[in-house]
């Protein structure tokens, strides 16, 4: 499907079968596929079919990325057509198994509150947040979502702001600055979070008031404009790592890369030190994305280029980035280091130096 396709236009079924046909080529690439083909058998209303998807990446024999997003996606699914109690105990299953990844607690807590299970909701966001924030100076772009949710249910259920709340709020007014600064065309001034979340918006579309519908008018161009940032985010800014075996046998093959890799501890300090400095500068959505020797031949190959010429790396970084291939950096509080050495970030190569 190109990009630019208009939503409507999408015939879900074919494009679901389109990526289910992609998967079997690319084995490497098969769960970001196959749960790409489950959100469009969602959309074409054949639920039955994306939970059979989902079983199928849970039964597989190759060990998942993300098996708890794959979870969570399965229980949001099933509680759609009538599965509730199954639903219900694998959101059960996810929360306990606390995750350090945000998309499974985001998922799941939005199915607990576009069911009216509310309370359950702001508990389920407020589990992730708490495990995932908790003395953690920059919330990571990919935790927003659980600030901004946790946000919206505790509006709705009427509870006063807490930190996590005015974190949301701070975060919020930042990315609709820049945004705003960044659009002059846009003439309206930036919509707060806690506007965009005020519960009685809902009496609001059904007024009689010209002067209320234009205010909520403004409200949705906002909101709408913000999930258009978040949809339109490029991938990462992807730095290449190469494990210690696979620099080993690249350098060897390809001995004018030397020079881009003296050492394989010099090429971790390396990827460590450039993410800090782009993190420094504001450069946001930061990932590292973990390369192969035969996976970089064939890139070369596509390319027509030579494996040995080092101007290639950095594409190859961005095309691996482009497939989904990139983790994001720096990993959550407690998650093991991106270095694969086993040890936890901040005790690896988060400490600082």
């Known amino acids: 499907m190109r990009p630019d396709t208009p939503a409507e236009n999408v015939d879900h079924s074919a494009e679901a079968a389109r ?14 596929l196959l749960l790409q083909a489950a959100a469009h058998l969602e959309l074409a209303g054949d639920r039955p079919a994306a939970t059979a998807l989902y079983d199928r990446l849970l039964s597989s024999a190759d060990a998942l990325e993300t098996p708890h ?13 009538g599965h509730e109690a199954e639903a219900r105990a694998i959101i059960d299953g996810v929360r306990t198994a606390s995750p ?25 966001f407020t589990e992730g947040v708490t495990l995932l924030l908790t003395d953690v100076p920059e919330p990571p772009y990919s935790t927003h979502p659980l600030l901004y949710g946790r946000h ?7 509870v006063s702001h807490d930190e996590w709340d005015t974190l949301a709020d701070t975060l919020h007014s930042a990315h609709a600055s820049s945004s705003t600064s960044s659009s002059p065309s846009s003439s ?5 979070l806690d506007e965009l979340h005020d519960p009685k918006r809902v009496w609001s579309l059904g007024s009689d008031n010209p002067a209320e519908l234009e205010a909520e008018i403004s409200r949705l161009r906002a909101e709408l ?41 010099e090429h ?16 946001p959505n930061l990932g590292i994305v973990t390369g192969t020797v035969p996976s970089y031949e064939a890139f070369a190959a596509s ?14 970084a961005t095309t691996l980035a482009a497939r989904g291939r990139a983790v994001v950096w720096p990993p959550q509080r407690g998650a093991s280091c991106w270095c694969g050495s086993g040890e936890a970030y901040g005790e690896c190569h988060g400490q600082p130096r």
Do not use: C
């Not at 607690?105 to 299970?117: K, P």
């Not at 309206?188 to 707060?192: A, K, M, Q, R, Y």
């Not at 971790?268 to 450069?283: D, K, M, V, W």
């Open 303 to 316: 390319e027509g280029a030579s494996p040995g010429d080092a101007d290639l790396l950095p594409q190859y």
């Open 69 to 81: 997003l794959v979870r969570a996606l399965k229980a949001s699914n099933l509680w759609e057509y």
């Open 19 to 32: 990526l289910e046909r992609t998967a079997a080529r690319y084995p490497e690439d098969a769960e970001a």
């Open 152 to 158: 919206r249910v505790r509006r709705m259920l009427g």
């Open 268 to 283: 971790l300090a390396t990827i460590e030190g450039s993410l800090r400095e782009l993190a420094a500068s504001g450069t």
């Open 188 to 192: 309206s001034s930036p919509v707060s």
């Open 100 to 124: 350090r990844d945000p998309a499974p607690w985001v998922i799941v807590a939005e199915s607990l509150e576009s069911h009216d299970e509310l309370e359950a909701a702001q508990e389920t």
């Open 225 to 265: 404009g913000a999930f258009r940032e978040a949809l339109s985010r490029p991938f990462p800014v992807a730095v290449l790592h190469w494990p210690e075996g696979e620099l080993a046998e690249l350098v060897g093959e390809y001995e004018s890369l030397a020079v881009e890799y003296p050492s394989h501890e």
